[in-house]
């Protein structure tokens, strides 16, 4: 799928990841529908991807409403006439131990909240978007690309029981739907990064950031425009389907 002129729906496209992926398809020309539930991220972001002359949407929604996503979805169609491809991007981390003990006591456990908030959005939002984007596509009838984003923590990774459920789920939603959208055209595939360099990670201090990059063979973090790179490659191939891209640096947990 050439990527000018499309329309692509990017959840969580306020910052961060998301912002970073909008920001290199508007450089190619893309036309962009940022979903996010943060108005004034919304706000920033448009303002950048317009910069680079191309048309952008803010669309204030919280991914885990049915209803708020089917109306995102419908406004969305009519505001750019199509959809052309989604990236599920939006995601929440809220790790925790599974259980503590102090001297042969339970003293903690992973909360409902946690495990609630985190499959909430990181599982249920991806799949109310994929569903509505699917249905889109598919009336349309030539076709769409759709992409996951997982992560290295699908593998399983301690004290992330929830996140980890939901990037192995995810995971597997894109081998589901690629089988299953296939006949419409609609090709899906995933990436699972690992360590990338973000807001976030400005934010932590640097003995975390040193025992992170220990675990990685390249001893660096991984750049945003690398993640969209591989985004890039996914849309642009169309022959890619149903796989996951490890996007790791080699990192393995």
């Given at each position: 799928?050439?990527?000018?002129?499309?329309?692509?729906?990017?959840?969580?496209?306020?910052?961060?990841?998301?912002?970073?992926?909008?920001?290199?398809?508007?450089?190619?020309?893309?036309?962009?529908?940022?979903?996010?539930?943060?108005?004034?991220?919304?706000?920033?972001?448009?303002?950048?991807?317009?910069?680079?002359?191309?048309?952008?949407?803010?669309?204030?929604c919280d991914i885990t409403s049915e209803e708020q996503v089917e109306s995102a979805f419908a406004r969305i169609r009519s505001d750019f006439g199509a959809v052309h491809g989604l990236v599920n991007n939006a995601g929440l981390m809220q790790d925790?131990?599974?259980?503590?003990?102090?001297?042969?006591?339970?003293?903690?456990?992973?909360?409902?909240?946690?495990?609630?908030?985190?499959?909430?959005?990181?599982?249920?939002?991806?799949?109310?978007?994929?569903?509505?984007?699917?249905?889109?596509?598919?009336?349309?009838?030539?076709?769409g690309v759709i992409v996951n984003i997982s992560s290295v923590s699908r593998a399983g990774n301690p004290g992330q029981t929830n996140?980890?459920?939901?990037?192995?789920?995810?995971?597997?939603?894109?081998?589901?739907?690629?089988?299953?959208?296939?006949?419409?055209?609609?090709?899906?595939?995933?990436?699972?990064?690992?360590?990338?360099?973000?807001?976030?990670?400005?934010?932590?201090?640097?003995?975390?950031?040193?025992?992170?990059?220990?675990?990685?063979?390249?001893?660096?973090?991984?750049?945003?425009?690398?993640?969209?790179?591989?985004?890039?490659?996914?849309?642009?191939?169309?022959?890619?389907?149903?796989?996951?891209?490890?996007?790791?640096?080699?990192?393995?947990?």
């Amino acid at each position: 799928m050439h990527i000018k002129d499309r329309v692509f729906v990017i959840t969580g496209g306020g910052r961060g990841l998301g912002l970073g992926m909008a920001e290199h398809l508007a450089a190619l020309g893309a036309r962009l529908a940022l979903v996010d539930i943060s108005a004034t991220d919304l706000d920033t972001a448009v303002t950048s991807c317009s910069a680079h002359g191309v048309e952008a949407r803010a669309y204030v929604c919280d991914i885990t409403s049915e209803e708020q996503v089917e109306s995102a979805f419908a406004r969305i169609r009519s505001d750019f006439g199509a959809v052309h491809g989604l990236v599920n991007n939006a995601g929440l981390m809220q790790d925790a131990m599974l259980i503590k003990i102090r001297d042969g006591k339970l003293v903690d456990k992973m909360s409902m909240q946690q495990w609630n908030s985190v499959l909430n959005v990181n599982l249920t939002g991806t799949f109310l978007c994929g569903r509505e984007a699917a249905g889109i596509m598919a009336e349309q009838g030539d076709g769409g690309v759709i992409v996951n984003i997982s992560s290295v923590s699908r593998a399983g990774n301690p004290g992330q029981t929830n996140y980890s459920a939901t990037k192995s789920a995810v995971a597997t939603l894109v081998v589901c739907w690629a089988r299953e959208l296939a006949r419409f055209g609609i090709r899906v595939g995933g990436i699972a990064p690992g360590v990338i360099a973000t807001e976030m990670t400005a934010q932590m201090k640097p003995e975390a950031v040193e025992r992170m990059l220990a675990a990685v063979p390249l001893r660096r973090l991984g750049e945003i425009g690398e993640m969209a790179h591989t985004l890039q490659y996914i849309i642009e191939n169309d022959f890619f389907t149903g796989r996951v891209v490890e996007m790791d640096g080699g990192l393995r947990i």
